[in-house]
């Protein structure tokens, strides 16, 4: 996993990220898996407006990477703005637990083992007149974050849904990267999930350091919260809508890297043990120590690609750069809030 720091505004950040790249010999355009096709450029196109009235910073941001890099803003409009609102997408288990004694956050990144060099985790650092919560994010697909915690000590984390529709606005790694820089709480993540326009379908599991926790369901068709109660202090995610209202959304016949299996087996681990839980706990339930949830055969070319565990209120995250079941976590220390 590459470890990268950034510090500037936004524009800074993305031409030092071009640049750099640009003198490795490693252009992004080249790199992307999927096709750059004339549908992702105009959905991309349909998609400007949104970024341009909620969160103009990022589109300063790819304008430097374009300049360092040499190649057209577009283009990388065309391939950030169309992910997971027009497949592939990726396949993750996610949960957060908010009991008397931890506010724990945990996440596993299951994608394709080709793509394992790509993963990074990234720290920015933005001076405080940007209007930007610094952050660590860990990612597969550089400026969108897939999961990741803020200076505020707010914690996001995705799994992406096959959508049942999509429309133009801004998909999932840009709505999680949002809220890291401009939510501090819970409450003000989903205040503004429910006035962002969203293009994907997906699951946020959210987590703060007052121990507010919930999870979002969310599509261009519809959105729902949960949120813990005295006797579930938890809640999880995977790749398929569970909330009444939106469980009819979700397409049949879709491969969703056994899904339902992952989330029942949260589901039954934190059911029983949520209350009492710890931060090495919930390694465990990562690792898949208590039912299915990382135990992929890489030969078949997927994996989980690392896992995060969190405990928000003591300051604590720890990161296995790898399958957990096969890899230790060791904790991180760059980053404190």
């Known amino acids: ?36 096709t004339e549908e ?34 577009l283009s990388l409009q065309a391939a950030l703005f169309s992910m997971y609102a027009l497949p592939p997408a990726c396949h993750c288990s996610c949960f957060a637990v908010s009991n008397e004694e931890h506010i724990l956050f945990g996440r596993n990144s299951d994608f394709l083992t080709g793509l394992e060099g790509d993963c990074s985790n990234m720290l920015y650092r933005f001076p405080r007149e940007s209007n930007s919560y610094s952050f660590m994010g860990d990612t597969t697909s550089f400026i969108q974050m897939e999961d990741g915690v803020n200076e505020a000590g707010l914690a996001v984390g995705l799994a992406s849904i096959y959508p049942p529709s999509i429309q133009p606005g801004m998909n999932a790694g840009m709505l999680l990267r949002f809220f890291l820089e401009k939510c501090a709480t819970v409450q003000e993540a989903l205040e503004w999930s429910a ?120 300051g604590l995250l720890f990161r296995a750069e790898g399958n957990p079941s096969r890899c230790a976590f060791t904790r991180d220390g760059h980053f404190c809030w």
């Not at 993305?14 to 992307?32: D, M, N, P, V, Y």
């Not at 349909?46 to 374009?66: R, S, T, V």
Request: with cysteine.
């Open 195 to 314: 006035r962002l326009p969203i293009a994907s379908a997906q699951t946020f599991t959210i987590a703060d350091r007052t121990g507010e926790i919930a999870q979002l369901e969310c599509f261009a068709g519809g959105i729902e919260a949960r949120f813990p109660t005295e006797e579930r202090p938890f809640v999880c995610g995977a790749n398929l809508f569970h909330t009444p209202s939106l469980r009819e959304k979700n397409v049949p016949a879709i491969d969703t890297w056994q899904a339902q299996r992952r989330y029942e087996t949260m589901e039954r681990f934190l059911s029983r043990s949520a209350r009492e839980m710890d931060l090495a706990a919930a390694q465990g339930l990562l690792a898949g120590e208590h039912g299915f949830l990382c135990q992929y055969d890489p030969s078949t070319g997927r994996d989980t690609l690392w896992s995060v565990a969190a405990d928000l209120g003591q």
């Open 1 to 36: 996993m590459q470890h990268i720091t950034f510090e500037g505004t936004h524009f800074e950040i993305g031409f030092h990220w071009g640049s750099l790249l640009a003198k490795r010999g490693i252009f992004i355009l080249e790199r992307i898996p999927f096709p750059l």
């Open 40 to 73: 992702r450029a105009a959905f991309a196109e349909h998609c400007l407006p949104a970024y341009q009235a909620y969160f103009p910073q990022i589109l300063e941001e790819i304008q430097g990477i374009a300049l360092g890099q040499g190649c057209s803003a």
